[in-house]
């Protein structure tokens, strides 16, 4: 799970790391009650990044440029997400913009930080064009990470005196983070030295002007008081509200199945044989035609799904009730059905009559719809 910026802030303030005094506001009278030093900045609180870029933050120098902008950014959609938050904090006026996160390497199954002093723009772009400029080392599990590894990085990023000692800690509180709050992602970026902050002669230091963390969801049960952030896609919710277990993939083989073990099985089939699922949906146990026909409808509306798989194996479902819903409403794309179990005569007496041929082997049928992917 995503926490928005100023969540995270709160928890890497409560661990020492130094961010700016904000506020959250979600109408643009608000800005009226906070009690900053101005200039502030006016920070969009949705859970994608590239805010900055997409013009979802502002500086104002005093409360009626602060409002107007408060105005223009709430509301705004930015990647597809709606603004209704956002975090009001004092400016800072920053010099240079470092890179620092912790993260998990699954490959190297453990932790790695990441530091570069090529901050403040996206960390991607730096790995694919200046790999040189990014400074990672891995974390053992059974010796933790030290100081000294800290300053390391610290040292390679160009850190000296008092900006070593400051990374340093600042380091060292957001491994502390990562393991203790089963972080997927403890990020900050950029971290930066500061000239000026809340108006007053800054000295110099280090500040988290940004902040992300990304919460194990396996891990949520462990954290008492974490705010809950949906994250679900408009189909999400459609599946939702008809209890379908559906998941939004980026390929474009829509799939249909039932039992949350047939449906893993039906993707790393689709998968070994070249495709790739654009989604899938497990109608559960006991699915009726009304279940099936709403499954289809989820599936199908995804942008770029070229064509459907269903995978059904009947035993509380019964493969007539689900034969029904298929013949009812031929997808628009090509499709393909694996069909055996309980009813399966009637079931596929049904799909016969509407011209549908149904597989009883799911390999043929994995394998047919990645071939007619490579016709389409
Ligand atoms: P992101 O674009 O979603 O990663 O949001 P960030 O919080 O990282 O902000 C993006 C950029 O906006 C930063 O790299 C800064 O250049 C700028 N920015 C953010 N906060 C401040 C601030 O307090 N003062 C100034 N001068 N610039 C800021
Ligand atoms: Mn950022």
Known sequence: MKLHEYQAKEIFGAYGIPIQKGTVIDRPEKIDEVALTYPVVLKAQVLVGGRGKAGGIKLAAQPAEARQKAAQILGMSI????????????????GAEYYLAFTVDRAARRLVVVGSA???????????????KIVKIHIDPFTGFYPYH????????????????????????????????????AEINPLAIVKTTGGAAGDGSLLAVDAKLIIDDNAIYRHDGLPRNEELTDLEVA??????????????????????????????????FGGR??????????????????????????????????NIFGGITRCDDIARAIAAQPP????????TGTNEEEGRAILKQAAIHAHVD?????????RLMGKA
């Not at 209890?243 to 993939?249: A, F, I, M, Q, R």
């Open 150 to 185: 800290a300053r390391a990085i610290g040292r390679k990023l160009g850190f000296e005196g008092k900006h070593l000692l400051q990374f340093a800690v600042i380091a060292h509180s957001l491994s502390r983070i990562c393991t203790e709050m089963d972080a997927e992602l």
């Open 118 to 132: 090529a901050g403040g723009i996206d960390i991607e772009d730096v790995a694919r064009t200046t790999p040189e």
């Open 362 to 370: 799911p390999e043929a049928a994995a394998q047919e719809v990645v």
């Open 239 to 272: 599946a939702r509200s008809q209890d379908l277990s559906y998941v939004e993939l980026d390929g474009d083989v829509a799939i249909i199945g039932n039992g949350a073990g047939l449906v893993m099985s039906t993707l790393d089939m689709i998968s070994h």
């Open 332 to 339: 628009p794309v090509p499709m393909v059905v694996r069909l």
């Open 79 to 94: 990647k597809g997400e709606i603004v209704r938050r956002l975090l009001v904090a004092e400016a800072a006026e920053i």
């Open 277 to 310: 699922p654009a989604n899938f949906l497990d109608v559960g146990g006991g699915a009726t035609t009304e279940n099936m026909t709403h499954a289809m409808n989820i599936v199908l509306r995804k942008k770029g799904v070229r064509s459907l798989f269903i």
